[in-house]
Protein backbone atom coordinates (compact mmCIF):
# COMPACT_ATOMS: atom_id res chain seq x y z
CA UNK A 1 0.00 0.00 0.00
CA UNK A 2 1.05 3.49 -0.30
CA UNK A 3 0.94 4.66 3.29
CA UNK A 4 2.27 3.53 6.60
CA UNK A 5 0.73 0.23 8.16
CA UNK A 6 0.31 -1.00 11.53
CA UNK A 7 -0.37 -4.71 12.86
CA UNK A 8 -2.29 -5.74 14.80
CA UNK A 9 -4.99 -2.41 15.11
CA UNK A 10 -6.16 -3.91 18.24
CA UNK A 11 -4.51 -5.61 21.14
CA UNK A 12 -5.26 -6.78 24.35
CA UNK A 13 -3.54 -8.63 26.54
CA UNK A 14 -3.25 -8.90 30.55
CA UNK A 15 -1.16 -7.51 33.07
CA UNK A 16 2.99 -8.94 32.89
CA UNK A 17 2.74 -10.25 28.87
CA UNK A 18 4.76 -8.60 26.37
CA UNK A 19 3.20 -7.32 23.29
CA UNK A 20 4.70 -6.58 19.86
CA UNK A 21 3.71 -4.11 17.67
CA UNK A 22 4.49 -3.52 14.20
CA UNK A 23 4.91 -0.81 11.58
CA UNK A 24 5.28 -0.87 7.96
CA UNK A 25 6.57 2.07 6.70
CA UNK A 26 5.95 4.56 3.54
CA UNK A 27 8.81 3.02 1.10
CA UNK A 28 11.83 5.43 0.47
CA UNK A 29 10.98 7.13 3.89
CA UNK A 30 14.10 7.07 6.17
CA UNK A 31 12.84 8.04 9.24
CA UNK A 32 10.72 6.81 11.54
CA UNK A 33 8.61 7.86 14.97
CA UNK A 34 6.76 6.29 16.97
CA UNK A 35 4.38 8.46 19.28
CA UNK A 36 1.73 7.25 22.15
CA UNK A 37 -1.80 8.31 22.55
CA UNK A 38 -3.30 7.50 26.18
CA UNK A 39 -7.18 8.68 26.71
CA UNK A 40 -7.72 12.06 26.80
CA UNK A 41 -3.47 13.24 26.47
CA UNK A 42 -1.82 14.19 22.99
CA UNK A 43 0.66 12.18 21.38
CA UNK A 44 3.52 11.53 23.73
CA UNK A 45 7.11 11.19 21.32
CA UNK A 46 8.71 7.54 22.06
CA UNK A 47 11.84 6.79 19.50
CA UNK A 48 12.97 8.36 16.36
CA UNK A 49 15.16 5.91 13.63
CA UNK A 50 17.06 7.54 10.89
CA UNK A 51 18.30 5.34 9.03
CA UNK A 52 21.37 3.87 10.14
CA UNK A 53 22.20 6.08 12.97
CA UNK A 54 21.43 5.35 16.22
CA UNK A 55 17.83 5.64 17.37
CA UNK A 56 17.06 8.60 19.63
CA UNK A 57 15.15 6.77 22.61
CA UNK A 58 14.64 9.60 24.49
CA UNK A 59 11.38 9.43 24.59
CA UNK A 60 11.08 5.93 26.04
CA UNK A 61 9.15 5.90 29.43
CA UNK A 62 10.90 3.42 30.78
CA UNK A 63 13.09 0.07 29.88
CA UNK A 64 10.33 -2.37 29.23
CA UNK A 65 10.05 -0.29 26.24
CA UNK A 66 12.39 -0.97 23.27
CA UNK A 67 11.75 -0.50 19.42
CA UNK A 68 14.22 -2.58 15.96
CA UNK A 69 14.39 -1.17 13.03
CA UNK A 70 16.55 -2.72 10.27
CA UNK A 71 17.64 0.02 8.03
CA UNK A 72 14.82 1.72 6.41
CA UNK A 73 12.20 -0.94 6.82
CA UNK A 74 9.81 -2.60 9.16
CA UNK A 75 9.96 -1.16 12.51
CA UNK A 76 8.59 -3.32 15.88
CA UNK A 77 7.79 -1.85 19.28
CA UNK A 78 7.95 -4.39 22.00
CA UNK A 79 6.95 -3.87 25.81
CA UNK A 80 7.88 -6.23 27.88
CA UNK A 81 5.42 -6.96 31.44
CA UNK A 82 3.02 -4.73 30.63
CA UNK A 83 1.21 -2.57 32.97
CA UNK A 84 -2.48 -1.31 32.72
CA UNK A 85 -0.79 2.02 31.88
CA UNK A 86 0.59 1.22 29.09
CA UNK A 87 -2.98 1.11 27.68
CA UNK A 88 -3.01 3.69 24.60
CA UNK A 89 -2.88 4.17 20.60
CA UNK A 90 0.63 3.71 19.36
CA UNK A 91 1.17 5.68 16.36
CA UNK A 92 3.83 5.07 13.81
CA UNK A 93 4.80 7.92 11.26
CA UNK A 94 7.28 8.35 8.79
CA UNK A 95 9.31 10.95 6.41
CA UNK A 96 11.74 11.44 3.82
CA UNK A 97 14.62 13.50 4.62
CA UNK A 98 13.21 16.30 2.58
CA UNK A 99 10.27 17.24 4.59
CA UNK A 100 9.13 18.23 8.04
CA UNK A 101 6.05 16.65 7.43
CA UNK A 102 5.38 13.25 8.82
CA UNK A 103 2.65 10.57 8.12
CA UNK A 104 0.94 8.90 10.28
CA UNK A 105 0.10 4.89 10.59
CA UNK A 106 -3.80 4.19 11.74
CA UNK A 107 -2.36 2.57 14.94
CA UNK A 108 -2.33 0.23 17.10
CA UNK A 109 -4.75 0.22 19.93
CA UNK A 110 -3.27 -1.58 22.95
CA UNK A 111 -5.48 -2.51 26.16
CA UNK A 112 -4.13 -3.78 29.05
CA UNK A 113 -6.49 -5.77 31.68
CA UNK B 1 6.45 20.94 31.33
CA UNK B 2 3.82 21.32 28.42
CA UNK B 3 6.16 22.99 25.21
CA UNK B 4 3.09 23.16 23.05
CA UNK B 5 -0.31 24.17 24.66
CA UNK B 6 -3.71 23.58 23.25
CA UNK B 7 -5.98 25.20 25.83
CA UNK B 8 -9.44 24.87 24.45
CA UNK B 9 -10.08 21.05 24.42
CA UNK B 10 -13.12 21.22 22.43
CA UNK B 11 -15.07 23.78 20.27
CA UNK B 12 -18.15 23.69 18.48
CA UNK B 13 -18.91 25.96 15.46
CA UNK B 14 -22.21 26.13 12.74
CA UNK B 15 -21.26 24.73 9.48
CA UNK B 16 -20.37 28.13 7.05
CA UNK B 17 -19.25 29.99 9.87
CA UNK B 18 -15.20 30.78 11.08
CA UNK B 19 -12.96 28.00 13.08
CA UNK B 20 -10.67 29.40 14.79
CA UNK B 21 -8.30 26.60 16.78
CA UNK B 22 -5.70 28.14 19.05
CA UNK B 23 -2.06 26.78 19.96
CA UNK B 24 0.36 28.90 22.44
CA UNK B 25 4.38 27.21 22.56
CA UNK B 26 6.85 28.18 25.24
CA UNK B 27 10.08 27.03 23.58
CA UNK B 28 11.38 29.94 21.60
CA UNK B 29 13.77 27.47 19.30
CA UNK B 30 10.66 26.13 18.34
CA UNK B 31 10.54 27.29 14.25
CA UNK B 32 8.50 25.19 12.39
CA UNK B 33 5.02 24.21 13.15
CA UNK B 34 2.78 21.83 11.84
CA UNK B 35 -1.28 21.37 12.07
CA UNK B 36 -2.35 18.01 11.91
CA UNK B 37 -6.33 16.81 11.84
CA UNK B 38 -7.47 13.33 13.10
CA UNK B 39 -10.62 11.15 12.95
CA UNK B 40 -11.34 8.59 14.97
CA UNK B 41 -9.72 5.16 14.65
CA UNK B 42 -7.42 7.08 12.20
CA UNK B 43 -3.95 7.73 12.54
CA UNK B 44 -3.31 11.82 12.17
CA UNK B 45 -2.87 13.70 8.74
CA UNK B 46 -0.78 16.62 7.81
CA UNK B 47 -2.82 19.68 7.34
CA UNK B 48 -1.11 22.66 6.83
CA UNK B 49 2.41 24.16 8.08
CA UNK B 50 3.90 26.91 8.68
CA UNK B 51 8.24 28.05 9.16
CA UNK B 52 8.62 30.68 11.38
CA UNK B 53 10.22 33.24 8.87
CA UNK B 54 6.14 33.99 8.01
CA UNK B 55 3.60 35.29 9.62
CA UNK B 56 1.18 33.70 7.57
CA UNK B 57 0.53 30.11 5.54
CA UNK B 58 -2.78 30.10 3.27
CA UNK B 59 -4.39 26.90 2.13
CA UNK B 60 -7.66 26.51 0.59
CA UNK B 61 -10.27 27.26 3.25
CA UNK B 62 -7.09 26.35 5.82
CA UNK B 63 -4.88 29.53 6.92
CA UNK B 64 -2.21 29.47 9.96
CA UNK B 65 -1.36 32.26 11.64
CA UNK B 66 1.90 32.89 13.67
CA UNK B 67 2.15 35.50 16.28
CA UNK B 68 6.36 34.77 17.40
CA UNK B 69 6.45 37.42 19.93
CA UNK B 70 3.49 36.14 21.90
CA UNK B 71 3.97 32.32 20.89
CA UNK B 72 0.91 31.92 19.63
CA UNK B 73 -0.37 30.19 16.56
CA UNK B 74 -4.04 29.42 15.24
CA UNK B 75 -5.90 27.73 12.59
CA UNK B 76 -8.65 29.42 10.79
CA UNK B 77 -11.09 27.39 8.91
CA UNK B 78 -13.43 29.11 6.81
CA UNK B 79 -16.04 28.36 6.10
CA UNK B 80 -16.38 25.14 8.71
CA UNK B 81 -18.13 22.19 7.24
CA UNK B 82 -19.62 18.68 8.57
CA UNK B 83 -16.72 16.66 7.31
CA UNK B 84 -14.17 19.24 9.27
CA UNK B 85 -15.15 17.59 12.53
CA UNK B 86 -11.85 16.46 13.69
CA UNK B 87 -9.65 16.10 16.49
CA UNK B 88 -6.94 18.79 15.45
CA UNK B 89 -3.56 18.48 17.23
CA UNK B 90 -0.74 21.47 16.93
CA UNK B 91 2.53 20.39 16.44
CA UNK B 92 6.26 22.33 17.00
CA UNK B 93 9.67 21.47 15.79
CA UNK B 94 12.90 23.00 15.56
CA UNK B 95 12.95 22.90 11.50
CA UNK B 96 15.90 21.60 9.27
CA UNK B 97 16.36 18.83 11.16
CA UNK B 98 14.37 15.50 11.44
CA UNK B 99 13.64 15.33 15.33
CA UNK B 100 10.47 14.38 16.82
CA UNK B 101 7.43 16.58 16.67
CA UNK B 102 6.25 18.26 20.00
CA UNK B 103 2.33 17.62 20.13
CA UNK B 104 -0.31 19.54 22.03
CA UNK B 105 -3.27 17.71 23.33
CA UNK B 106 -5.59 18.90 20.57
CA UNK B 107 -9.24 20.19 20.28
CA UNK B 108 -12.10 18.17 19.12
CA UNK B 109 -13.94 20.34 16.37
CA UNK B 110 -17.28 19.70 16.12
CA UNK B 111 -19.22 21.45 13.04
CA UNK B 112 -23.14 21.71 13.28
CA UNK B 113 -24.86 21.16 9.85
Known amino acids: GAGVSQSPSNKVTEKGKDVELRCDPI?????LYWYRQRLGQGLEFLIY????????KSGLPSDRFSAERTGESVSTLTIQRTQQEDSAVYLCATATDKYNEQFFGPGTRLTVL | DQQVKQNSPSLSVQEGRISILNCDYT??????FLWYKKYPAEGPTFLIS?????DKNEDGRFTVFLNKSAKHLSLHIVPSQPGDSAVYFCAAKIGGSQGNLIFGKGTKLSVKP
Open chain 1, 27 to 31: SGHTA
Open chain 2, 50 to 54: ISSIK
Open chain 2, 27 to 32: NSMFDY
Open chain 1, 49 to 56: FQGNSAPD
